[in-house]
């Protein structure tokens, strides 16, 4: 089961699409979350969750107060699970602080070259462990235009994938590793 753990849509369950996706543990989005809210990384931010799957996490800095969310999937049943959770979650949000939720259904890379410059505050990217180095290192590299000059980039990774190789224009801030799962963090240099 997964669910928003807090904000205004705690508890909310949301739907997984049958197969294709390996949402984030509990565990692992109450500790990212934790420490974005303590420092001030969420409310009011532009939000983007780049291989979305569920829109988990998208779903929880929605939740918690960012002003606009987009969640990037290119699978098509799980771009209509992420509608479907994005709608339960605006649903719940309190009057007159709705955040706004898009689902963009394209390749993330693809997303990125159509983003406007300097959209982005916060950027989760959670993709699939199929996912190359290479092709990574493609999309944070497509990614650096669309940051904001104080954007977070949150990438998670198994641990044995290693650390991301970060394109010119990021830099590692911190990891931070919980079992087999390692979230990197990286800024505009």
């Known amino acids: 089961m997964t669910r928003i753990i807090a904000g205004f849509a705690g508890s909310t369950t ?26 001030d990384e969420v409310n009011g931010l532009r939000v983007a969750d780049l291989y979305a799957g569920t829109g988990a996490l998208g779903l929880e800095a929605a939740s918690r107060g960012a002003s606009h969310v987009t969640l990037v999937e290119k699978g ?24 706004t ?45 669309a940051l904001d000059e104080d954007a977070l980039v949150v990438v998670e990774r198994r641990a044995r994938s290693g650390e991301p190789g970060w394109p010119d224009g990021l830099a590692l801030e911190s990891s931070k590793s919980y079992g087999d ?9």
């Open 101 to 145: 939720v898009a689902v963009s259904a394209q390749a993330v890379r693809s997303y990125l070259h159509h983003a406007p410059a300097r959209s982005l505050d916060l950027v989760l990217i959670d993709p699939p462990y199929e996912l190359s180095d290479d092709d990574l290192h493609l999309d944070l590299e497509a990614l650096v235009p």
């Open 181 to 189: 799962t390692v979230l990197w963090s990286a800024r505009l240099q």
């Open 14 to 39: 949301l739907g997984v699409p049958k197969s294709g996706t390996r949402p984030t543990s509990d565990r692992v989005r109450e500790a990212l979350f934790s420490a974005l809210e303590a420092r």
């Open 76 to 99: 098509q049943q799980a771009a209509r699970v992420c509608r479907a959770n994005a709608a339960l979650v605006v649903a719940r949000a309190p009057r007159g602080s709705v955040p």
